[in-house]
C-alpha cells in the first residue's frame, strides 16, 4: 500500500467514524489558512475530500486533495 493509499484510508476511516477532527491547513490556490480549527468532513472521494470549517462564522465548505495532506500542506491533528 502506497502512502497515498494510506492517507486515503485512513481519512475515509475518520469521516465513517468521527467526521469532526481538526485541521491545519496553508494552502495557496484558493487561499485557505486555518491552524487547529475544527472542521466536519462531508465527503470522501476517490481524489478527494470535502470540508466544511465555520471559521468565519458562515459555514463555508472546501474540497482538499490528498496529496496535499502527502505535501504536509493539511494536517489532520487526529491522523499524528
Same mark, same amino acid.
Given at each position: ?6 492517507? $486515503?484510508? =485512513?481519512? $475515509? ?21 486555518? =491552524? ?5 468532513? $462531508? ?28 505535501? $504536509? ?8
Amino acid at each position: 500500500m502506497t502512502a497515498l493509499e494510506t492517507i $486515503k484510508s =485512513r481519512i $475515509k476511516n475518520l469521516y465513517e467514524t468521527n467526521s469532526d477532527i481538526h485541521i491545519n491547513i496553508s494552502v495557496t490556490h484558493p487561499k485557505i489558512s486555518l =491552524r487547529n480549527d475544527p472542521v466536519t468532513i $462531508k465527503g470522501v472521494y476517490p481524489h478527494v475530500f470535502r470540508i466544511e470549517e465555520v471559521s468565519s462564522g458562515v459555514p463555508k465548505c472546501h474540497t482538499l486533495q490528498y496529496t496535499d495532506v502527502l505535501t $504536509k500542506q493539511i494536517e489532520i491533528i487526529e491522523l499524528l
